[in-house]
């Protein structure tokens, strides 16, 4: 009986061995046409038909299936084994050989983790047509998002009658790190409800990341659809700063390299991995055992990092001249929204957006590091060529914007204050209280304008807007 059923084994066995090898090679074979794998053949495609080759071998061996099963599992148990003590060792070597440097390999993992990460979420969300990207509701947005991308405005009425006001600006107007009620456009519904009974529809057309450009583009293709504000804001500046601090031009989109190489198919593939340990070697070893190798490779380089900065500067572009003609763009794409306005009559105001580089702001002890990148070489905070560009680029628009009419400059609308608005890393996003800040400025420009004097009724009264807002 033992034997009959060791003989049935052995055929059961032998059978889901022979069926299991063909799967896999015909699997490895053509991973193209099933869209598994990319073109061309590659390393984990020639692994699975070398272990469908085993198995097929193994399928036909007969009385030996037993033997060659039990050598083949005492193999791969002794190299489990020989990993696991090589892991352990490497560990022990790591704590007492060069631990710092270990910590810098952290770093630069870390660092292009997190640059992959932001390319990612700037760039991949919702790709729109000449626009480039818009956020993905689907993705990893958590606010309140509809579902063509905009951020919503809690109490905003879309009706015929109602009184329409778009906004248009970076991650600032987006209103990243405030809740949905807490966006300069919610705090903006809020203030003009307070002056009127009227059904008012506040619009939210922030995007993080977006320039002028995109902005007066979104603006275009509204009214080309047929949806004409009776009032466009814009809230920009610094996404133009930063997108001519990362490619050198003025005028370009945020991550403008990247995108260009990616789609002239430039990218420096080769490049990048010339001299890395091999993909397939660094997921066969353990962490420690990787790191070890790592450590090897790097024993004569230095124990400090800091992260390779490609910028204007690097690219041995002049400073002042980028500056000016990033101001000058902003102000010609203000006058284009302009011409739009007249063309469609409807009103519109720019303003520049304040910054924790521009103004004369007290910094709090939670401001200041976030002035600085916080002492970390990767964030734009720390590098010089980034302080000048933003200081020098709000400096040509603060002296160029006098010859425009309803562009105003609100970089040192936080001047007098001594608490903290500035949130984080960016120097742009701000607290519910920063936003509503922002947003009362706006209202008296846009009243100074006479833009909401029609919207104005009996039951409204000349209140300190600020005050009666809780936060």
Known sequence: ???????????????????????????????DLFGISGSGFSTGQVLILFTSALLIAAGFLGKSFFKYYKNTATLLLNIFIVMIVVELSALVVIRIWQHDQIAVNIRKNEAELLEESEFGRMTFGRYIPFLVWRADPDGYITELVDANGYRLTPGSEESA????????????????????SCTIPSYLLQMINMRTSLPVEVRNYGQLGYVTTQDVLELMFQ??????????????????????YQSGIAGTHQN????????????????AVQGEIDPFLSHLLWKNTFNLISLLKEQNGSSEWSPEIINYASMGVDTVQLASEISEICLKNYTLAAGLADQWDFHVVFFW??????????????ELPLQTGGGDPALI???????????????????ESANFDNVYD?????DSLEETVYVDLTGVHLTPRGNWIIATEVISRVCDLGALDHLQNDTFSETDDESSQEF
């Open 223 to 244: 009214i080309r659809d047929g949806n004409i504000p009776d009032l466009a804001i814009f809230i920009d500046g610094m996404n133009d700063v930063s997108s001519g």
């Open 1 to 31: 009986m033992h034997n009959s059923l060791s003989k049935a084994t052995s055929r059961m066995l032998r059978r889901f061995s022979l069926i299991a090898g063909f799967v896999l090679a015909v699997f490895a074979l053509f991973a």
């Open 353 to 366: 957006q304040p910054s924790i580089w521009t103004g004369n702001k007290i910094l709090t002890e939670q």
């Open 256 to 271: 403008y390299s990247r995108i260009r190489d990616r789609i002239e198919q430039r990218g420096n593939t080769e490049e």
């Open 381 to 399: 905070g720390s590098d010089p060529a980034w302080v000048r560009l933003a200081i020098l680029s709000h400096g040509f628009f603060e002296s």
């Open 161 to 180: 009658d109602s009184y329409k006001v778009f906004v248009f600006g970076g991650s600032t107007v987006w209103g990243s790190c405030v809740s949905d």
């Open 410 to 414: 609100l970089s040192g609308i936080f």
